[in-house]
């Protein structure tokens, strides 16, 4: 933990905002450096102007490839444009609108050329696409029915640090693209950068306003109206809660006024700050500006302030997570949120189908499970990346979708699809829900969780490896993990493919009945993430942290790396 931790940040943190901006159109990106080309991770293309590696090129390119994609799988509707509160993200939007008005598309941006959260997005792909007879799978392709379908891209890297841009598409599912679309988006991209951006097609941000072809939306009031549909916002106003948001400094800020008064919800907005420097933000756990709202040391502002409301949260700048503070609690951990709103939603949406699944990810909290045979529901677990749960999602085949880094959707009221992207709002607005309908607040129904299933103990931390050692770990097979037990416990799971889906996990799990650890390499660092949780106490989950680096060992060893 950084000294600083948690403590204001101070200026001679702040990122110099003109100089980013100007890296942004002036450095040319390096294809020969693997760090500089176009390269799509689980939450799209990311990266910093400085270093070559998100610039004015990147965006050209993989705005083209997208429109290519576009043309080639029939996709003719408008595409709807969203950017959140980043420094980077404004450039980029208008990089993009450029290419995609030269490419003939109708582009939908917010009306003010103001900030739009991911979800909100999600959703408009979702409701436009919802009248046309959507026929659309994951990898987007469309059956022949001559609709004229959407899909939008969100211009965000999420909550990390203020120097970073990011850049994601989502196709007419409204979720996450899938990494057939992403990759051939990267590959593509490469390619028109490759040649010095010749296939680009691209026309001044000016002619584009003026071609007809950009189109002044208004996102808020159709996201805003709706969200009765997929919340019990008569109960929550009905309570009388006292609600206190911190925004973060989020593509989200100017919602929920019209929330509050849509509603008549008392809310109070502890920050209403919009900042590209996030010079308002308390340090992260390392001492950087991050703008993670899972993390105590980020939150520390909302926090301090958690006895002046009856529930509160934040979001990160794209609002597609969520953090819950209560009194009693403080900063819930991400996995207990997850396992409270499964146990509230599966027993307060009647209509919900008696068969919809409970979407988690591989290294999320084993309490879900618990909770899930507790109400006689089934798991699907899935590699890491929420593109992994849209079919679910789309389907209704999955009623409730999350990840232990704070991203959770979840249907609407009668079991449609709400959107299929992680949505901040929603999660947020239903520890409101939960608190307003039960009279206690969601860090009180996990502790009885914890008297009914257990308390486990959680922790994710990093091991060195090289590059030969993360490329043995991604490909690993069950059979090369040795080891027996674990922990002193019987081996019951040796994983290197989800059991949801059967897709690879790139990396390994090992599950015994008091507890489990996966494996996964670093895309970034020369390390592996090691995430692991015990039922038996901190005592427990060292012995299972330390046997799994031994046998993570092991494996290296018996490669030769």
């Known amino acids: 933990m950084h000294p600083l931790a948690g403590q204001p940040a101070t200026d001679d943190l702040l990122v110099n905002i003109p100089r980013l901006v100007s890296d942004y159109f002036t450095i040319r990106p390096d294809q020969a450096e693997n760090s500089q080309r176009v390269a799509f991770g689980t939450s799209g293309h990311r990266g910093t102007s400085a270093t070559g590696s998100f610039n004015e090129a990147h965006i050209l390119a993989i705005s083209q490839a997208i429109c290519e994609y576009r043309r080639a799988h029939g996709i003719e509707g408008p595409v709807f444009v969203g950017m959140d509160t980043h420094a980077l993200s404004e450039p980029a939007l208008i990089t993009a609108v450029e290419v995609f008005a030269a490419n003939g598309l109708d582009i939908m941006i917010d009306q003010e050329r103001g900030y739009t959260p991911t979800p909100v997005i999600s959703h408009a792909i979702v409701s436009y696409n ?4 959507l026929s659309a799978s994951a990898n987007g392709s469309l059956s022949a029915n001559g609709s004229k379908l959407a899909d939008g891209v969100v211009i965000t890297p999420s909550h990390n640090p203020p120097e970073d841009g990011g850049f994601k598409y989502n196709p007419p599912h409204g979720g996450p693209a899938g990494s057939d679309i992403t990759g051939w988006i990267e590959r593509r991209a490469n390619e028109l ?7 680009v097609n691209r026309v001044s941000f000016e002619q584009a306003l003026r071609s007809g072809q950009v189109h002044k939306y208004d996102f808020v009031t159709p996201y805003v109206n709706d969200l009765e549909n997929v919340l019990d916002m008569e109960a929550i106003a009905g309570a009388g809660l006292s609600i206190g948001i911190d925004p973060l400094g989020g593509s989200g800020l100017h919602y929920w006024a019209p929330v509050a008064d849509r509603y008549g919800l008392d809310l109070t907005l502890v920050s209403k700050k919009i900042d590209p420097a996030f010079s308002f933000m308390h340090l992260d756990k390392d ?51 997850l396992a409270v709103a499964i146990q509230y939603l599966y027993t307060h949406r009647p209509q919900w189908t008696a068969d919809a699944t409970i979407g988690k990810t591989l290294v999320s909290s084993a309490m879900i499970d618990r909770v899930a045979n507790g109400l006689g529901r089934t798991v699907t677990e899935v590699p890491v990346g929420f593109k992994w749960f849209v079919d679910g999602l789309s389907e209704g085949s999955m009623a409730f979708a999350g990840e232990e880094s704070a991203g959770a959707c979840f249907l609407r009221r009668d079991g449609n699809t709400w959107c299929t992207d992680k949505d901040g709002f929603i999660m947020a607005l239903l520890a409101a829900e939960i608190t307003a309908v039960t009279g206690r607040d969601p860090g009180e129904h996990y502790q009885e969780l914890t008297r009914k299933y257990g308390a486990p103990v959680y922790q994710r931390l990093d091991a060195v490896a090289n590059d030969a050692q993360k490329n043995v770990l991604a490909a690993l097979s069950p059979e090369q993990v040795k080891a027996e037990k674990l922990a ?20 390994l799990k090992v599950v015994t009945g008091r507890g489990w650890f996966a494996a996964r390499p670093s895309g970034t660092e020369a390390v592996y993430k090691i995430y692991a949780e015990s039922f038996e106490g901190k005592e427990h989950l060292s012995y299972l942290q330390s046997e799994a680096q031994e046998i993570v060992a092991e494996v290296f060893k018996a490669n030769g790396v």
């Open 130 to 133: 919802r009248s046309r007879s």
């Open 193 to 199: 950068i490759a040649d010095n951006l010749a296939g």
């Open 287 to 337: 001492g950087r500006i991050r703008m993670d709202c899972s993390s105590s040391s980020a939150m520390a502002g909302l926090i301090n302030l958690k006895d002046d409301f009856d529930i509160a949260f934040g979001n990160d700048p794209d609002f597609d997570r969520h953090g819950i503070v209560t009194r009693g609690h403080g900063l819930l951990n991400p996995n207990h949120y």
């Open 488 to 507: 002193g416990d019987p081996i019951i799971a040796r994983l290197t493919h989800a059991p949801g889906n059967g897709a690879a996990i790139g990396g």
